[in-house]
């Protein structure tokens, strides 16, 4: 099968254009490689995808609806995989116009392209973000989702409407998976696992957010990439939801689009998720104890049961194996950028 994967330079769509490419499938990447943070690290991330044949990378912006056109026209891709986008909740309240230009006019030229190239399947990444001011936990799909709390959220959110629209007008099947805090091996510097390890490496003191009462519903990698590649099987049909108990679809009565959870399913406090670094590293962490952030909230959980319904996978690795692997791959990582220099 021959898949076209926007963001293939980033955390997530590495580790899935990896799979894929194990797979047997045919993987086309399209990236950015913008310096929102460490290029070098997202550089690396091509490298060790570019030492199999069976992956090709185009190099341009969303925003660059020509080159895009080329990349897609290169794949004729079955399945399209939409995971580019200008990340980070606290990053949209300083530039706001990334986020518009990426994910609104970016996500608007590839969906006019997949128009064009008619996928069996369009999936598009979407985040647990969109749930902002909903206190209702844990987060179903089929809850309203229409208080964000951070311009990146509302971006997200207008992605799903935008695709929702796109699937009705011209029959894409098309599904958002909604991510929760994804964490593990060749993970973002930005985010707060990054950032905790470093920081306790070098004897440098932590910030925790929330004064340490927040709790997030952690997901590894893996998991996450298994479940987006038994999602791409999950095809929507309009008049064909999914009938489990104590499951409510969100498929679309209109079109053939639905939004799907992919979650841990087991939220860990934030004060948890540190322990485990401090064990994983053998070191204490000094920390400094902060108000919450703009664009934050206080939890996040997911509600699983669509998810399973949909593919029969539960996410199987805890917090505590996980955050292991990242700072085993750290450690390596960062060893041997030394030796290289």
């Not at 070098?40 to 925003?63: C, D, P, Q, W």
């Not at 004064?211 to 990439?225: K, P, S």
């Amino acid at each position: 099968m021959k898949v076209f994967v926007t963001g293939t330079a980033g955390f997530i769509g590495f580790h899935l254009a990896k799979r894929l490419v194990a797979d047997g499938h045919l993987v086309v990447g399209y990236d950015g490689l913008t310096p929102y943070y460490d290029v070098t690290l997202k550089k690396r991330r091509h490298e060790v995808l570019s030492e199999n044949s069976g992956f090709r990378a185009y190099i341009g912006m969303l925003e660059d609806k020509d080159a895009l056109r080329r990349a897609v026209e290169d794949c004729q891709p079955d399945v399209i995989v939409h995971l580019a986008a200008q990340a980070g909740v606290r990053y949209s309240i300083e530039h706001p116009e990334t986020y518009v230009s990426s994910n609104l006019v970016g996500t608007f030229n590839l969906l006019e392209l997949a128009r064009e190239a008619k996928p069996k399947h369009l999936l598009v990444a979407s985040t647990s973000s969109v749930y902002g001011g909903n206190e209702q936990m844990p987060f179903k799909e089929a809850e309203r989702s229409d208080f964000p709390v951070s311009l990146y959220a509302a971006t997200k959110k207008a992605n799903e409407a935008m695709s929702h629209s796109y699937a009705h007008l011209w029959g894409i099947p098309t599904t958002c998976f909604r991510f929760f805090t994804v964490y593990g091996p060749w993970g973002r510097p930005d985010m707060a696992l990054f950032k905790f390890v470093s920081a306790i490496e070098e004897g440098r003191s932590i910030d925790v957010y929330g004064e340490g009462r927040m709790t997030r519903d952690f997901t590894y990698i893996d998991d996450l990439v298994e479940g987006i590649s038994r999602l791409m099987d999950a095809v929507p049909v309009i008049g064909q939801p999914v009938e489990a108990e104590g499951v409510t679809d969100s498929l679309s009565p209109v079109a053939p689009w639905r939004a799907v959870n992919i979650g841990g399913g087991s939220p860990v406090g934030l004060m948890e998720f540190i322990e485990a670094v401090e064990a994983a590293l053998g070191k204490r962490a000094q920390k400094r104890m902060l108000p919450m952030q703009q664009g934050d909230v206080v939890a996040t959980a997911s509600d699983g049961g669509l998810f399973h319904a949909l593919t029969g996978f539960v996410p199987q690795v805890g917090v505590k194996d996980g955050v292991s692997a990242f700072v085993e791959w750290y450690r390596s990582y960062h060893a041997t950028a030394n030796l290289a220099e």
